[in-house]
């Protein structure tokens, strides 16, 4: 079992900088893929990022290539989004996510966090 809770949501104009935080509890964080999860009002949950196990491999959506920084800390059991040049439509509800495997499959995920609310405005 793994105990996700995600920190740092909160509001920001466009082009601004967010940084969310993802603290784990529970089973061996390093031996679980961590990634970031969004989901917009109305619209399906999608893979934003993600690091493997030892963080030497990563996977970004085309959407914020360049934009957002994943980062993790295994010593520390964290997870982190660094969020830059923020747009309107990066709004959503971020979530933390823990997998056994690489794929970026939402039916793949074994543990969620519970959510936090990222709203840029215009």
């Known amino acids: 079992q793994v105990q996700l809770v995600e920190f740092g949501g909160g509001l920001v104009q466009a082009g601004g900088s967010l940084r969310l935080s993802c603290a784990a509890s529970?089973?061996?964080?390093?031996?679980?893929?961590m990634g970031w999860f969004r989901q917009a009002p109305g619209k399906e949950r999608e893979i934003v990022a993600s690091?493997?196990?030892?963080?030497?491999?990563?996977y970004y959506h085309d959407s914020v290539k360049g934009r957002f920084d994943i980062s993790r800390d295994n010593a520390k059991n964290t997870l982190t989004l660094q969020m830059n040049s923020l747009k309107p439509e990066d709004t959503a509800v971020y979530y933390c996510?823990?997998?056994?495997?690489?794929?970026?499959?939402?039916?793949?995920?074994?543990?969620w966090g519970q959510g936090t609310q990222v709203t840029v405005s215009s």
């Open positions: 996510a823990a997998s056994k495997t690489l794929s970026t499959r939402i039916a793949d995920v074994s543990y």
């Open positions: 529970g089973d061996a964080f390093g031996s679980y893929v």
């Open positions: 690091v493997s196990w030892s963080a030497t491999r990563t």
